[in-house]
């Protein structure tokens, strides 16, 4: 105590006066901030000058500072200095008390200052206030070697942060920071370490020992497979030698999550490299190889691998023998990032499909550089999950079936299609339902043709065009030449420039309407036909009586006016219908076998009998007629009858269609050689009524009538209608 009360009167008998207001210019600059910073330098400045109070923080660059004695920092005493940096000066030495009085003080840093004698610095630790300093970077001093006892003080014990890159060291002994108890995180980046010796650090979580010269990776592993360092998370070892992975060289890292590999010799990843860390999340495997020529089949085998990435390794996924497409990610199913930029991807689309099949809880894919030409279908759209997707710099032109390329991403925010030949976006182009989920969506630097092809996009950016990412300066017209440079923002296409009136647009439509009107009509003729026929039955016997046609036979000569041919099938419609309608409505008198047959006399007597004692025949026809033997019989006497009398003398009615298989030669005959009427409930109904009276009154004859005839004036007697002889 008294030995330091006797510095501190020595350095405070140099410098009375308190701190100043104004930063010491012109060799220093200064921010007042919550945290003021000091930047000091230049080759005039050979001393540490006083500073405003506001200052916690002071950066020595470039200065004539040599030595830092026990009252070379005194001027900063003034100030609560938290950070102090010594970067590029000429320090030569640095007294053991030169931070005695700097209480506040929790980082410094001494970089690029290689004639800085390592034995001072190490002495100088000792006035640090205990367990306060916190981070301690010296980097770039291109120091050989450090002394074995560098931390062994207490004073350094509560360091955390300690960087040592860019020096020249080539053998690294971790005994030196054993007695940093709280040291987290260690560099040792950019030196010339081709050997390392660990001892176990508990508190270490992260280190970093890329740019050596490390041949292999060094083992982990104590005594027993204890683990030197329990809790490391984080571990790079870039940029190093390493040409060789075996399947146990990660062992005893049990809480290792991101491991870093880039720019290694490794040319082929083998089996479960990473299968004994438990804790994997995210793997670095940049530019591996030069290129990296194979990789296992579980090459990637781990559970907990959440990121992957291995851009620059230019794999050739295109080349089936240098890997197994159904294997590759079939072992790491909990991907959720994914980058494969720089690398060869297959053309063949099923390739595509198998190599991504596994991949369902991918997040984020990039697929940036590895020249795809055309989009693969049913890839992207499997992964429900996918977030991000960047497609730039490929190949890719245009696309089809962009519902099975890009449909169902109902979790997609952001597409990137960057740098690649297409030239035209229209309404087809993507989903409608994904265009209306991404927040970003980048078609920068793509050779668009302002052509009237593009209008829907030009469109779409006007009520759209803030998701698109470096609009407008980098969408540009290429095509046509006169529209080349042009930013597409300025091509304003109009309805009336694309869209002109074609006259065969005009002809297409005219024929369409005859079509349609052929078909309506033609339709209409289909469904109504027995109606049709009836109109034209009906038209023919007006015609046949305004030409003047009487009967040569009336029905008066007969007892009844009809006899009807029926199956007992149909005996319903007949009894309820027919008769109710023409015998209780229109006074007629038909003959029914069921009602009017003698009792006693045969059928074919009855038949004979009655059919002479009826002016016409009502044939009702259905499928039961048709397969009715006896109803076969019948029609055989009726054809008889009609060849005697005439067609007029049988009216065929219809009730339902006939099954060809049903259909027989007789009643065929019958069909085709006699006009019929076709029955239909509802509409058309009234009109069939309407013609089978006027079929039933109408004269027989071929045709079954006489035309009246009368004489000429110069005839002494006129015969008249009553008295007239029929002509058949």
């Excluded at 176990?200 to 292999?216: A, G, P, R, V």
């Excluded at 016997?541 to 030409?547: S, T």
């Excluded at 229109?586 to 045969?602: A, P, T």
């Amino acid at each position: 105590m008294l030995c330091l009360l006797v510095i501190k009167f020595e350095c405070a008998s140099t410098c009375m006066s308190s701190a100043p207001e104004e930063c010491p210019k012109p060799f220093c600059k200064c921010e007042k901030k919550s945290n003021g910073k000091a930047v000091c330098s230049g080759r005039s400045l050979n001393y540490i000058p006083r500073l405003p109070k506001y200052i916690r923080s002071v950066i020595f660059t470039n200065t004539s500072i040599r030595v830092i004695d026990k009252c070379g920092l005194v001027n900063l005493t003034f100030q609560q200095i938290e950070n102090i940096n010594f970067t590029g000066n000429d320090l030569h030495s640095i007294d053991k008390d030169a931070f005695l009085n700097l209480t506040f003080l929790s980082s410094l840093i001494v970089s690029s200052e290689p004639n800085l004698n390592v034995s001072t610095l190490k002495l100088s630790f000792q006035s640090f206030q205990k367990y306060k300093l916190s981070a301690l970077r010296l980097t770039f001093n291109y120091w050989e070697s450090l002394p074995k006892d560098m931390f062994n003080n207490a004073h350094v014990s509560n360091v955390r942060l300690l960087f040592l890159q860019a020096n020249n060291f080539t053998y690294v002994d971790f005994t030196t920071f054993k007695s940093m108890t709280r040291l987290r995180d260690i560099s040792l980046a950019n030196n010339s370490i081709s050997q390392i010796y660990f001892t176990k650090l508990t508190s270490l979580t992260k280190l970093d020992m890329s740019s050596n010269l490390l041949q292999s990776v060094p083992t982990f592993c104590g005594r027993n497979d204890i683990s030197y360092f329990p809790n490391l998370n984080n571990i790079i070892l870039s940029r190093t030698y390493i040409a060789f992975l075996g399947p146990k060289i990660f062992r005893c890292l049990p809480r290792l999550s991101t491991l870093y590999l880039d720019y290694t010799n490794i040319g082929t990843l083998q089996d479960n490299v990473f299968a004994s860390l438990p804790s994997l999340q995210t793997l670095h495997l940049n530019n591996l190889g030069h290129p990296l020529g194979k990789i296992t089949q579980n090459a990637f085998n781990s559970s907990s691998l959440e990121t992957l990435i291995l851009r620059g390794s230019h794999f050739h996924f295109d080349q089936k023998e240098r890997y197994n497409a159904s294997r590759i990610f079939a072992s790491c199913p909990n991907l959720q990032h994914l980058d494969l930029t720089d690398n060869n991807m297959p053309s063949d689309e099923s390739t595509f499909q198998t190599i991504f099949r596994p991949l369902r809880k991918l997040q984020k894919l990039f697929l940036t550089s590895t020249k795809i030409v055309s989009l693969p279908t049913n890839v992207f759209t499997h992964m429900k999950l996918l977030q991000k997707l960047h497609l730039n710099d490929n190949g890719i032109t245009f696309w089809n079936n962009s519902y099975h390329i890009f449909g169902n991403m109902t979790s997609m925010k952001y597409l990137s299609l960057r740098q690649n030949y297409i030239s035209v976006i229209n309404e087809t182009s993507f989903p409608e339902d994904l265009l209306s989920r991404l927040e970003t969506l980048n078609l920068a630097r793509n050779p668009f043709s302002c052509i009237c092809d593009q209008m829907w996009f030009r469109n779409w950016i006007q009520k759209n065009g803030s998701i698109l990412k470096e609009y407008p300066n980098q969408y540009r017209c290429r095509h046509p030449n006169s529209m080349n440079g042009i930013v597409l923002k300025d091509y304003k296409p109009t309805d009336k420039m694309c869209n002109p009136w074609n006259p065969l647009y005009t002809m297409a439509i005219v024929m369409g309407i005859v079509v349609i009107s052929f078909i309506t009509v033609g339709s209409i003729a289909a469904k109504c036909q027995g109606n049709i026929k009836n109109y034209i039955y009906l038209l023919r016997v007006y015609h046949n009586r305004k030409k003047g046609y009487i009967p040569l036979d009336s029905e008066e000569d007969y007892e009844y006016h009809a006899f009807v041919v029926y199956c007992d099938n149909d005996r319903k419609w007949v009894h309820n219908d027919l008769l109710n309608k023409l015998e209780n409505e229109e006074g007629l008198q038909l003959c029914i076998h069921h009602r009017n047959f003698v009792v006693g006399d045969s059928i074919s007597v009855n038949v004979d009998n009655f059919l002479k004692k009826s002016w016409k025949v009502l044939v009702i026809v259905s499928n039961n007629f048709a397969q009715s033997e006896w109803c076969q019989w019948e029609v055989d006497v009726v054809q008889e009858r009609r060849r005697r009398q005439g067609k007029e003398v049988i009216v065929p009615i219809i009730l339902d269609t006939i099954d060809s298989k049903h259909m027989t030669s007789q009643l065929r005959t019958l069909l085709d050689s006699t006009p019929y009427l076709r029955y239909r409930s509802g509409v058309g109904s009234e009109l069939f009524w309407k013609v089978l009276l006027e079929s039933l009154r109408k004269p027989l004859g071929h045709p079954p009538t006489s035309l009246l005839y009368y004489p000429s004036f110069d005839d002494q007697t006129r015969v008249s209608p009553e008295t007239e002889t029929p002509t058949w």
